[in-house]
């Protein structure tokens, strides 16, 4: 079976691990992760939800924070900090600056982000196919109000210096009407048997995926299932910082209300099928009213066998949607 | 009194620290640091020599090791390494790469090589006016036989990856002759009351200095005496590495031998007055005989009482021989 996933960082990477575990032993799986938070600080390119989910799959990752490197110093960020460059909000580790060093150089070299990614996965083997969803620069910012005023700023900056409690006003996705599918992208949601959606941001992680041109076209013609985990449980985010970039844009902080953003394939938007959490059983008649097949299960990933079920839950409900056509 | 000092890295640095220690009230210290030994590694801008000069008076030097931070730690090294990136071999610290960025950051951003060695040190307030010899790109390669034919690499690998143990064949000062001194560089030779060349290498270190074409000429029209110490002592050099350096050009391993690559001013050259080491005393004479001063006194930097000795006695030398013209 061909598995694509589309991913952000720290959730869809917990939710990938799963599927690993859980897949049969012919199962291949295809990673298409958001670079829309991708941010160039210091010079360098940083991928965040790229190295989250390398890291993650290739036992790099540090499982307490959920992001960046185990046995991290941060000396090069302490310096930063001490000649006065104001982005040092930025966790910058040292051994994740060998990342973004390899990176920068070899996008300077005149190689593509997929072929970075292909190169620092050499050393990873996070055993899927782990793919950026462009090779063009796309950013995520996010606008808020100063002093009465309308301020753009990334993404990054509004979920780390910020810490997404201030009111988000706009999301511009800076690049993304330019921005063409990677290689293999295509290819890797046309040719799935399944396709799923982790539990990630629907706005600054799927949304952007799903907002290249090229890949919105590659969902709406796959013969593949598209099923999604939601973010949201009990009417909370499960990261709770994206509760403000929910509700800015309008999204109703409920299982439903991100679904209902994603829209149904039926009606041209993302979803097949969508799993909520069973404290929100009650919103299933919902979604079939929105045209997808609902399923309430536990959503909480909180050790390997909750995740590895929710992985299997998940393809489970793909696989009796079925293919379309 | 205006003191203006050509300076390498470590032997430069020591020399220097004990200038400052020793110095009136109203003298003002100018360093005009070499850049040739300048790489681009990882993407990154790093100036070994500047950044030496730097971490040593602003007392932020590793003094066991003589280069990089106090307190280093090495991790994005070895992530390099991780990652199968060849020139891992370069001594990079993580405290040390904050500075390559924020170096590499400005000149990325249109900056100067002058202007972003001003920002680096306002934080580290090295108690000098750090200049360096140039703003325009200049690298030391070093020609070696590899299997019969000759490869030039850079004097980094040379001096780090192979020990400086390999026969030097040629030494290429790429860019030297297109290299502009930086502002202020003329003026602090041809202003100063007296110019020094601490115990540097003279071919890497004092060598690329004097071979930018303004510097050369600032040299030869200061009516400042220009004094240095040599960096050889009873036939080796003080830091033992350059011996390869200094035989592959024909240099003959002695105090003498250096001072007279560095020639006399009277017939062309860079030298008014040279400092041998006291077990050095009977080559003396033959500095006289070079056109040169000549003094022996110790120069083993060992301690500060013998530092700061050495310092005085460079400058004192330099104030008995006096102002041209």
């Known amino acids: 079976m061909k598995i694509t996933v589309l991913s952000g960082g720290v959730g869809g990477s917990r939710f ?17 992760a958001n670079t829309a938070d991708d941010i160039r600080l ?29 046995d991290e110093s941060w000396n090069a960020k302490e310096e930063l900090g ?34 970075v990614t292909a190169e620092l996965c050499e050393r990873w083997r996070p055993g899927v196919r782990l ?6 620069r796309v950013e995520t910012h996010i606008g808020i109000d100063r002093d009465g005023h ?29 921005a063409r599918p990677a290689p293999g992208v295509v290819e890797a949601i046309t040719g799935a048997d399944v396709v ?3 539990p990630s941001n629907p706005v600054v992680s799927i949304g952007p995926i799903a907002a290249v041109a090229g890949i919105r076209e590659a969902i709406e013609r796959t013969a593949a299932p598209v099923v999604g985990v939601s973010p949201i449980i009990g009417g909370g985010a499960v990261r709770g910082m994206a509760d403000q970039l929910l509700t800015g844009l309008g999204v109703d902080l409920s299982a439903t209300g991100v679904a209902g953003h994603h ?42 066998a909750t995740t590895d079920q929710l992985a299997r839950d998940t393809v489970e409900l793909a696989l009796s949607i079925g293919r379309r056509g």
């Open 16 to 32: 990938i691990e799963g599927l690993l575990r859980t897949k049969g032993p012919g199962d291949d799986v295809t990673v298409i």
């Open 42 to 70: 210091f010079g360098l390119h940083i991928s965040p939800d790229l190295d989250t989910v390398m890291y993650t799959l290739g036992d790099g990752i540090d499982r307490e924070r959920g992001w960046g490197r185990t």
């Open 82 to 115: 001490a000649y006065g460059i104001e982005q040092a909000w930025f966790g910058l580790g040292d051994r994740d600056i060998a990342t973004h060093l390899v990176r920068t150089m070899r996008l300077q070299e005149g190689r593509t982000l997929s072929e």
């Open 131 to 136: 793919l950026p969803m462009s090779d063009d």
């Open 150 to 178: 309308r301020e753009l700023i990334h993404f990054q900056e509004y979920w780390i210096r910020l810490r997404a409690q201030v009111p988000v006003e706009e999301v511009v996705i800076q690049g993304i009407d330019d």
């Open 196 to 198: 799923l959606l982790p």
């Open 263 to 304: 829209g149904a394939r039926a009606s041209g938007g993302l979803l097949d099928g969508w799993l909520v959490d069973t404290t929100d059983a009650g919103q299933v008649p919902g979604l079939q009213a929105l045209g997808m097949a609902g399923r309430a299960v536990p959503l909480w990933m909180t050790d390997d």
